[in-house]
Nanobody, 121 residues
Framework: QVQLVESGGGLVQAGGSLKLSCAAS????????MGWYRQAPGKQRELVAR???????KYADSVKGRFTISRDNAKNAAYLQMNSLKPEDTATYYC???????????????WGQGTQVTVSS
């Protein structure tokens, strides 16, 4: 079906930047939307940013003006540029893809394994 692999996480000081990457592979017909979610310990997973195949974006209020999501349709990839990072951005970041695959009707949502982002104060 679809495999998502995230990269780019790590440890950074407050005010610093990181860029996350997500590469999708598998029996992909098309990807309608890709997104980044995060989950901090003891908290629910939340949407960080989302981008459609028409490049329509949506951001969580907490990251607007600091994070930028982009995608490369030809590579089935998505990116999250994170600037002015804060300690409260510390979480595991997950890539998601709403995709159509060969042999199946409709769309399904797929998840990556996650990449850790830690922001020190």
């Amino acid at each position: 079906q679809v495999q998502l692999v995230e990269s780019g996480g790590g440890l950074v000081q407050a005010g610093g930047s990181l860029k996350l990457s997500c590469a999708a592979s598998g029996s992909i017909v098309s990807i309608d939307a890709m997104g980044w979610y995060r989950q901090a310990p003891g908290k629910q997973r939340e949407l960080v940013a989302r981008i459609t195949s028409e490049d329509i974006t949506k951001y969580a209020d907490s990251v607007k003006g600091r994070f930028t999501i982009s995608r490369d349709n030809a590579k089935n990839a998505a990116y999250l540029q994170m600037n002015s990072l804060k300690p409260e951005d510390t979480a595991t970041y997950y890539c998601s893809a709403l995709a159509r695959v060969w042999g199946f009707a409709g769309v399904d949502n797929y998840w990556g394994q996650g990449t850790q982002v830690t922001v020190s104060s």
